[in-house]
């Protein structure tokens, strides 16, 4: 079994800078894609960010530019840095990872989710 635990969420005011951060642990032969999706009140789960273990990274086009998304390998985790934060990125922050055990067979696995909350 693997866990993904999310830190770093928090209130912080319009135009100012968050940092997250997802650590995961358990039975890892080695992780694939990390992802960060945000799911706002009553709207579906979206997704902001991704990385593979080869260091490419795509984003939300309402991201581009604002928001980072990197990766420590060694440590098995994944990091999103918010800057230039907007009312519209209010919304509950969800780590994912992609990983493959010894057989490489790849399963899915979503963190607790943090709150992320901007205000004006």
């Known amino acids: 079994q693997v866990q993904l635990v999310e830190s770093g969420g928090g209130l912080v005011q319009a135009g100012g800078s968050l940092r997250l951060s997802c650590a995961a642990s358990?039975?890892?032969?080695?992780?694939?894609?990390m992802r960060w999706y945000l799911q706002a009140p009553g709207k579906q789960r979206v997704l902001v960010a991704s990385?593979?273990?080869?260091?490419?990274?795509r984003y939300a086009d309402s991201v581009k530019g604002r928001f980072t998304i990197s990766r420590d390998s060694a440590k098995n985790a994944v990091f999103l840095d918010m800057n230039s934060l907007k009312l519209e990125d209010t919304a509950v922050y969800y780590c994912y990872a992609e990983v493959a055990d010894a057989r490489g067979s790849n399963y899915q696995y979503w963190g607790q989710g943090t709150q992320v909350t901007v205000s004006s």
């Open positions: 990385i593979t273990n080869g260091g490419s990274t």
């Open positions: 358990g039975r890892i032969f080695s992780i694939n894609t």
